[in-house]
């Protein structure tokens, strides 16, 4: 059974950074297309990254791209985002899945941008 685990959400100023952590388990990280899909209140879930573990082969959407990183630690088999210079509408609760769409994801980690 596969089972996901975010963590390292918060409250941040605009401009600043957080790291997020996905840790799974029931699935082998190195052999997966991971994803990390976030939902801002009241909006439907909205992709941000995807991730090959095996090759490092990544994709981002192009409201994060170049402020977000997304990488894999397949020896501890967890996910990582690691977000800079955020903005207000990076507010969301952000999960990390195993699809796309995130019918699969965990139950994700609140990050708020407020000043």
């Known amino acids: 059974q596969v089972q996901l685990v975010e963590s390292g959400g918060g409250l941040v100023q605009p401009g600043g950074s957080l790291r997020l952590s996905c840790e799974t388990s029931g699935l082998t990280l190195r052999s997966e297309w991971m994803y990390w899909v976030r939902q801002a209140p009241g909006k439907d879930l909205e992709w941000v990254s995807s991730i090959f573990c095996g090759d490092a082969s990544i994709w981002y959407s192009d409201a994060v791209k170049g402020r977000f990183t997304t990488s894999c630690d397949n020896t501890k088999n967890t996910l990582f985002l690691q977000m800079g210079s955020l903005k207000f509408e990076d507010t969301a609760v952000y999960f990390c899945?195993?699809?796309?769409?995130?019918?699969?994801r965990g139950k994700g980690t609140q990050v708020t941008v407020s000043s």
């Open positions: 899945a195993t699809d796309r769409g995130g019918t699969n």
